[in-house]
């Protein structure tokens, strides 16, 4: 079963910058390899859905950001090194939240159709 493994998450003022990654270790559970998966950055805040936030395909040619935060967030990977990372600037206090990294088998922004998730990291934005 791959492992993922969030770091980076921390307290930060409005309009600051943090960087989250994403570690990954074995294989996803039908036995695809990391740089084989699709990885999404998800967010989820309090008494709210789990949001998309943005996704990469496995070689890092194809990428979506959310409205909501596109412009400001930017995701990458280095699958020499199983690593995927999200790049938030100018952050808003409405960008609180723990932030989720998940590996799938397909280009999506739905939570279903991913197969390993990490247990998040929780980011928060002061005003």
């Known amino acids: 079963q791959v492992q993922l493994v969030e770091s980076g998450g921390g307290l930060v003022q409005a309009g600051g910058s943090l960087r989250v990654s994403c570690a990954a270790s074995?294989?996803?559970?039908?036995?695809?390899?990391?740089?084989?998966?699709?990885v999404g950055w998800f967010r989820q805040a309090p008494g709210k859905e789990r949001e998309f936030v943005a996704v990469?395909?496995?070689?890092?040619?194809?990428?979506t950001i959310a409205d909501s935060v596109k412009g400001r967030f930017f995701i990458s990977r280095d699958n020499a090194k199983n690593a995927v990372h999200l790049q938030m600037n100018s952050l808003k206090p409405e960008d609180t939240a723990v932030y989720y990294c998940?590996?799938?088998?397909?280009?999506?922004?739905?939570?279903?159709?991913?197969?390993?998730w990490g247990q998040g990291t929780q980011v928060t934005v002061s005003s």
């Open positions: 990469i395909s496995g070689r890092g040619g194809t990428t």
């Open positions: 074995g294989r996803t559970t039908s036995g695809r390899s990391f740089s084989s998966s699709a």
């Open positions: 998940a590996a799938g088998p397909f280009f999506s922004r739905q939570v279903r159709e991913y197969d390993s």
